[in-house]
Nanobody
Framework: QVQLVESGGGLVQAGGSLRLSCAASGRTFRNYGMGWFRQAPGKEREFVAYVSWNVMTTYYADSVKGRFTISRDNAKSTVTLQMNSLKPEDTAVYYC?????????????????WGQGTQVTVSS
């Protein structure tokens, strides 16, 4: 298992930007794909973005494509989600997670380690 700690959430007006970071413990961070998910009040947790271990593959939910950018720094064991042009519907708790090897990266069930989440609130 790995410990994941998210940071960077907060309150922002619509159209603004936030940068979320996820710091991972352990030496195996570079071996795994990483994803971001979010959960809005009263809704199920949903996939947001994914980055492969070598940054060769990134993938985004249609709802955030063109506005969010996922990246990672294997030397620092961090994964980042840059969120631009934020909308009120982006309001949610955001989680980073580690992909279990060979799993489908858009499915929550494919991830074996999760952070505690960070709240993002976008006001209209």
């Amino acid at each position: 298992q790995v410990q994941l700690v998210e940071s960077g959430g907060g309150l922002v007006q619509a159209g603004g930007s936030l940068r979320l970071s996820c710091a991972a413990s352990g030496r195996t961070f570079r071996n795994y794909g990483m994803g971001w998910f979010r959960q809005a009040p009263g809704k199920e947790r949903e996939f947001v973005a994914y980055v492969s271990w070598n940054v060769m593959t990134t993938y985004y939910a249609d709802s955030v494509k063109g506005r969010f950018t996922i990246s990672r720094d294997n030397a620092k064991s961090t994964v980042t989600l840059q969120m631009n042009s934020l909308k009120p519907e982006d309001t949610a708790v955001y989680y980073c997670a580690r992909l279990y090897s060979g799993s489908v990266y858009t499915l929550e069930s494919g991830y074996d380690s999760w952070g505690q989440g960070t709240q993002v609130t976008v006001s209209s």
